[in-house]
């Protein structure tokens, strides 16, 4: 079935610089993306959220910016932190079944 | 942390012995999941519920089954535990199903032997 894919794997961030994570999903009937942030035994964290008649959403040194033509969303974080080393997923929902499907995961580590 | 409780944190039990995880919640919220959690697979979605005793299936649903019987309370039950049931399960939360964001515990890890 239709998915949500992150295009890498992992990602090396120096500390203070910015990141950005990227997801490509297929659904087109999707309207509401979610980022998550999993730390190492943990559960999935909420971090912001952007639903499809949007195409640009912040919070606090985060922002989420979506691009519908071509299916895409990614999630910048300013002034990366050691704290933000972790696992991040996108999620979609799609309108016909209200059910989260995610990616596998982009791996943040920030150096120091 | 969204006030959702997993029990137990770790298990490990025999091939074929019934598994129970419980999840509980103090948000009152009327959606609750259960996914497992796999290296290369992801999270997959087990069952769900929108409401007591209101259940429907995942996309990885065989071998398991829920019970709702209060809010608050989730149970999953595994009949006849297998080592491909061996996983991290996470429990999560919704205010509003499909338009509001998932809250997640921090999961049971089970190793079935």
């Known amino acids: 079935g239709e998915s949500v894919g992150l295009h890498l794997p992992t990602l090396s961030v120096q500390e203070g610089d910015n990141s950005i994570i990227n997801c490509a999903y297929s659904?087109?009937?999707?309207?509401?993306f979610i980022w998550y942030k999993q730390e190492s035994g943990k559960g999935p964290q909420f971090i912001i959220d952007?639903?499809?008649?949007?195409d640009k959403r912040q919070g606090q040194r985060v922002t989420v910016l979506l691009n519908k033509t071509v299916k895409h969303l990614s999630l910048q974080i300013a002034a990366t932190q050691p704290g933000d080393s972790a696992v991040y997923f996108c999620?979609?929902?799609?309108?016909?079944?209200?059910?989260?499907?995610f990616g596998a995961g982009t791996t943040v580590t920030v150096r120091a | 942390d969204a006030g959702i409780t997993q029990s137990p944190r770790h298990k490990v039990t025999e091939t074929g012995t019934p598994v129970t995880l419980r999840c509980h919640q103090t948000?009152?919220?009327?959606?609750m999941y259960w996914y497992r959690q796999d290296p290369g697979h992801g999270l997959r979605l087990i069952h769900y519920s929108y409401g007591v005793k209101d259940t429907d299936k995942g996309e990885v649903s065989d071998g398991y089954s829920v019970s709702r019987s209060k809010t608050e309370d989730f149970l999953l039950t595994l009949e006849s535990a297998t080592s491909s049931q061996t996983s991290v399960y996470f429990c999560?939360?919704?205010?509003?199903?499909?338009?509001?964001?998932?809250?997640f515990g921090n999961g049971t890890r089970l190793t079935v032997t």
């Open positions: 659904n087109s009937a999707s309207d509401y």
């Open positions: 952007i639903r499809s008649n949007m």
């Open positions: 999560a939360i919704s205010e509003l199903g499909g338009s509001s964001p998932l809250h």
């Open positions: 999620a979609e929902i799609r309108t016909n079944d209200y059910k989260l499907s």
């Open positions: 948000e009152n919220h009327r959606y």
